[in-house]
Structure formats: C-alpha cells, structure tokens
C-alpha cells in the first residue's frame, strides 16, 4: 500500500506525530479496511490547513458536527491518495477554486477520536480518525460558500485567531497550534 509508505516515510515533527505514526502504521498492517468507512473503528481521512497568499491567515469552516471552527477534510472513502481527498474537500466546504500544494506530501499526522454521532439519520458510533494533513493555499478573495450539509460558516483567520476561534481544546491546543508552529519553520527554512 503506496501510504503505508508514505507514512513511513514522513519525519514526525513532535512525540504525538511519532506514536500516531507507529498506530496508523499498525492499522494499516491490521485492517484491509482502513480507507474505508466500514471499518468503524479506525479509518483514514484527510485535512488541509489553508493559507492565504500572504501565509498571514488561515481558511476554516464553522463544522455543523462538532459546533466549532475548524480545519477542512473528510474521508478517504477508499482513495489512497490522500492529498487529493484533502484538496477536493477544501474546494466542496468552502467553493475556493483555486488551491496550490505549498509542501509536497504529507504536512501533518494526527489520530483523532470522534464522538458518537447522527449523520444524515443515522448513528455513527464513536471511532477514530486516521489524519494525514496538508498544507494549501487559495486566494483570499476568491468567494467563499457554506456548504450547508456540513458547515454553516466559511471565513479567514489572523494565525492566532484560527486557533482560538475553535471551542475544542484537544484540536486547539495540540493540532491547531502545532500545524501554525510548523507553518512558521517551513517558511523561515525554505
């Protein structure tokens, strides 16, 4: 499977990318299913953490799920290349267009837990998400659109803002902080 090696590959940036490694590799050998929904224990999705053309600010959607600002993504629902799941569902939660991959692979790792849920009428029992996120850029003044099945708000951040602007504090403190602290090494070492 062409992303267990790519996560093999991938440099974890901190302890929590190193041991969500080592699971999400784990899964990969343990389950067939891992791209897919089927599995409901664990299955792969996708993020992207968007930034404007000036890297000054951040792109998010207000989640009709998790009643929070938040990063854009979705499943892989069965593809393995993830990056083209997370530029696809940054392009549906927020009608940018125009998005350009600022970092080849693989920008971020991170296991999610999720909560038990009704979607579309039916329960989706508590699960974990397998993240691999990515690192895009789209033009501030493109116009935005809610995508009213899943987000009921689209809009820029201040770096800071984005981070604050979520009400969940695992996402804030150890995901939303982290992807800006490397967004501040990447650009200051290329």
Not at 59 to 78: E, F, K, P, Q, R
Not at 144 to 158: C, H, M, P, Q, T
Request: charged share 25%; with cysteine; proline share 1%.
């Amino acid at each position: 499977m062409k992303l267990y090696d790519e996560i093999l590959a991938y440099e974890p940036y901190n302890e929590q990318e190193h041991r969500d490694r080592t699971a999400m590799l784990s899964c990969i050998e343990a389950a067939s299913d891992v791209l897919t929904r089927t599995n409901e224990i664990a299955h792969f999705t996708a993020s992207a953490w968007i930034l404007n053309k000036e890297h000054s600010k951040i792109l998010m959607i207000h989640h009709n799920i998790y009643n929070s600002w938040s990063w854009t993504g979705g499943h892989a629902d069965g593809e393995e290349d993830l990056c083209a799941v997370a530029v696809r569902e940054a392009k549906e939660e927020t009608g940018v267009q125009n998005v350009k991959l600022l970092k080849d692979g693989i920008f971020s790792i991170e296991i999610m837990t999720v909560d038990g849920h009704e979607k579309r009428q039916r329960y989706i029992p508590s699960h974990l998400h397998l993240n691999a996120t990515y690192l895009l850029e789209a033009d501030e003044a493109e116009a935005l659109l809610i995508k009213s099945d899943e987000n009921s708000g689209v809009r820029w951040f201040a770096l800071e803002e984005a981070v604050t602007a979520s009400s969940e504090l695992w996402m804030r403190e150890r995901i939303y902080r982290k992807l800006n602290q490397k967004c501040e090494g990447y650009f200051y070492t290329i």
